[in-house]
């Protein structure tokens, strides 16, 4: 008898939208992304969305619950977790406020403090078992970069936590003024996708 070829297990995509706007730049900019995930990965490969307005979680109140116990005080972040954890690729999309991330995106992000601490307090070296590719797409209204720098230097802090790795950024500049360059965009997502099989087929040989 021939070998039983393994089934190819789903790769699950989790994109953390943090703008307020529907139909606004970095909602168009998370749909260049989505357009690229289905056109080329498989059919069984989901891509979930979790926009941060409304998820509206409650912001870390640094009660020191989670340096004694895994997990959170508050239970709106349950959901999250069991996202970020069946995550293989994690994308934060983001406009600029004030050279950071809108409020409540910056909640979701703050509350990755229970895995800081269940490494670091309670010697669970991964909170987060799965390994992570990770792109960070961001839209701003000028062509002044130093908001997207400075997001990008939180994001590493976070991924390191979420067992992941920053691998890009997509940019998406002067959007108050300049239509978005929807083929440009969307070339680049084609680009990090197949960069991400790549990786991800590499892992599996290994």
Known sequence: ????????EPKNALVLMGSPRPKGATAALVDCFVTQWHDQMRPEDPVQIIPAYEAALKPCIHCGYCKHTQGCTYDDFIPIDRAFQDADLLVVASPVFCLGFPAPLKAILDRTQQYYEAKFSL???????RPKYALFLVTFGSSDSRGAAMMEEQL???????????EHTIMARNTDTLPLDRKGLED???GVLQDFKTKMN???RG
């Open 188 to 190: 680049a997502c084609q």
């Open 156 to 166: 590493r802090l976070v991924f390191h936590l979420l067992n992941a790795r920053l």
């Open 202 to 204: 590499a892992t599996n």
């Open 123 to 129: 010697g669970i070296q991964k909170p987060v078992k």
């Open 1 to 8: 008898m021939g070998e039983t070829k393994k089934r190819r």
